[in-house]
């Protein structure tokens, strides 16, 4: 069955940085756009970063809100998706998801459990 197992959450200072990877299984990862979205209570969900498949050029999309801070990116013999966060805000404290779906979609067909992350002021 298809499993999204993210890692890398944590608590971080202000200004600094973490890594989040998304391994990924019981799908051809390659043909996938692979999402990141966060979300905290009260609140809407947020895409905060997109990568296409392999299928086509690769493309990445990013709000404003984390453009220039956030790095999408995959692997696709590892088949995983990370997401570098760099310049880290206290708003951006959430959980970060993982998903993925075979076209791009803003409701993606699969969905990981989160990981929690907590940026300190």
């Known amino acids: 069955q298809v499993q999204l197992v993210e890692s890398g959450g944590g608590l971080v200072q202000a200004g600094g940085s973490l890594r989040l990877s998304c391994a990924a299984s019981?799908?051809?990862?390659?043909?996938?756009?692979m999402y990141w979205f966060r979300q905290t209570p009260g609140k809407q969900r947020e895409l905060v970063a997109a990568i296409s498949s392999g299928r086509s050029d690769r493309t990445t999309y990013y709000p404003n809100s984390v453009k220039g801070r956030f790095t999408i990116s995959r692997d696709d013999a590892k088949n995983t998706v990370y997401l570098q966060m760099n310049s880290l805000k206290p708003e951006d404290t959430a959980v970060y998801y993982c998903a993925a779906s075979d076209l791009w979609r803003m409701n993606p067909e699969y969905w990981g459990q989160g990981t929690q992350v907590t940026v300190s002021s």
């Open positions: 019981g799908f051809t990862f390659s043909r996938y756009w």
